[in-house]
């Protein structure tokens, strides 16, 4: 319980709060740098990165509206199937 003088909540660490994220964003620099160094240069590892991430969001999207168009298409053919057989009835009935 440390107040860190910028006015915040005293209950908080804020030595504890900053090691916690630290731990977080271990980096291994080495293997970073050969990654980066394979590459061709930190500019193309970065941009082989974002074209990975593009890659996945398209896939990911894609999946997605497969995936609700199916959906539709279900729902409709159960309402579909609720119409005809609520008409099946009707015609029994008469």
């Known amino acids: 319980m ?7 909540d ?8 900053y090691e916690a994220k630290e731990s977080h964003m271990s980096w291994d620099y080495a293997e970073l740098s050969k990654s980066a160094k394979n590459a ?3 500019s193309s590892f970065v941009g082989m990165l974002l074209g ?3 890659t996945a969001g398209v896939a990911l999207g894609s999946t997605f509206v497969l995936a609700v168009q199916k959906m ?3 729902k409709e053919e159960a309402a579909a199937d609720t119409v005809e057989s609520s008409n099946d009835k009707k015609e029994i009935e008469e």
Do not use: A, E, F
């Open 40 to 42: 061709g240069g930190p």
């Open 10 to 17: 005293p209950k908080i660490d804020v030595d504890k709060t």
């Open 2 to 8: 440390v107040d860190d003088g910028r006015g915040g």
């Open 72 to 74: 539709m298409k279900y």
């Open 52 to 54: 990975i991430g593009l």
